[in-house]
Nanobody, 127 residues
Framework: QVQLVESGGGSIQAGGSLRLSCVVS????????MAWFRQAPGKEREGVAA???????SYADSVKGRFTISQDNAKKNLYLQMTSLKPEDTAMYYC?????????????????????WGQGTQVTVSS
């Protein structure tokens, strides 16, 4: 049974850091594209970062140099380390997974490719 459970969100001041976690079950993550998305009120869900089974990573331009996506050695947990947070980073953050033998392709930012999602964790950044 597939299950993705996020944690680690919270309220923080601009410039601070947070680390989001996603416990993944029911997936062979070495053959999957795992990603973080976010959705702010009134806006579309957008891809933030993705990691393939080979460890290759992709990032949205808005978070490059500030966010880091990673997986643990057992590849059961997905992480998003967020630094230098800005008020515009405020959103509900979601963990997503898609079976992908060859890793994340150029499609990684399109939410429709991911059949499995977590329930989300809220991140609020104040100025």
């Amino acid at each position: 049974q597939v299950q993705l459970v996020e944690s680690g969100g919270g309220s923080i001041q601009a410039g601070g850091s947070l680390r989001l976690s996603c416990v993944v079950s029911g997936y062979t993550v070495s053959r999957a594209c795992m990603a973080w998305f976010r959705q702010a009120p009134g806006k579309e869900r957008e891809g933030v970062a993705a990691i393939g089974g080979d460890g290759s990573t992709s990032y949205a331009d808005s978070v490059k140099g500030r966010f880091t996506i990673s997986q643990d050695n057992a590849k059961k947990n997905l992480y998003l380390q967020m630094t230098s947070l800005k008020p515009e980073d405020t959103a509900m953050y979601y963990c997503a997974a898609a079976a992908a033998i060859y890793g994340c392709g150029t499609w990684w930012m399109q939410s429709g490719w991911y059949p499995d999602w977590g329930q989300g964790t809220q991140v609020t950044v104040s100025s």
